[in-house]
């Protein structure tokens, strides 16, 4: 972390893991019974819970997306250009989320949680999680939140295909969906 904090950063920011006893059935037929999100807010929410910004990580992103963990950081979160004051994703005016996908490995649950039906780690016998179902943790997380329509949600790369996962089949859900270079699905060629 610098010596002093630029007066554009969201400063020093502390994660939350935020457990959900819900039942998330998966697009691969399998299901989670309950799992956690590992989360971070920048900015406040209103009063009226319209202000709300929802950041989508790409493959190797996580919800470290803006500011510092501990002043022993030597850099900030991966988006840390994007969010702050005054910056693109203003945290004077919004308030910014962002999580954990499942099946990450920066504490979401995914391979290295246990699986509560066996008492020892998922590992390898992780169920295989889609866009669609990280989307459908995403509601419930907008749920827990108080946001009932997020100004934005913002994504890109595989961030992007969950914006469009988002406008898809949550369109009244979304004000605005910003995806930045993503396809609707990807061909050999990307993978």
């Known amino acids: 972390m610098p010596a002093k904090l630029p007066a554009d950063s969201v400063g020093l920011v502390q ?3 935020l457990h959900f ?19 971070e807010t920048y900015g406040t929410l209103n009063a009226e819970g319209s202000n ?5 990580h790409a493959l ?4 470290h997306a803006a500011g510092y963990h501990s002043e022993d950081d030597s850099k900030p979160g991966w988006w840390d250009t994007s969010i702050g004051p ?53 509601v419930l997380l907008a749920d827990r939140l108080g946001v009932q329509r997020w100004a ?19 369109p009244e859900r979304i ?3 910003i995806v930045i270079a993503s396809a609707p699905k990807l061909s050999a060629q990307n993978i």
């Open 15 to 17: 994660p939350v893991k």
């Open 21 to 39: 006893d819900d039942v998330l059935h998966l697009r691969s037929g399998k299901a989670l019974n309950g799992f956690d999100l590992m989360v």
């Open 52 to 56: 709300a910004v929802l950041i989508c």
């Open 60 to 63: 190797s992103g996580d919800h």
């Open 86 to 138: 005054g910056k693109a994703i203003d945290t004077n005016k919004f308030y910014v989320v962002c999580l954990n996908n499942l099946g990450g490995c920066a504490g979401s649950t995914g391979p290295t949680s246990i699986d509560p039906s066996t008492g020892t780690y998922f590992g390898p016998n992780f169920p295989v999680v889609t866009v669609r179902d990280w989307v459908k943790s995403q």
């Open 152 to 170: 934005a949600v913002v994504g890109g790369s595989l961030g992007g295909m969950q914006v469009m996962r988002w406008a898809i089949s949550y």
């Open 175 to 177: 004000a605005h969906a």
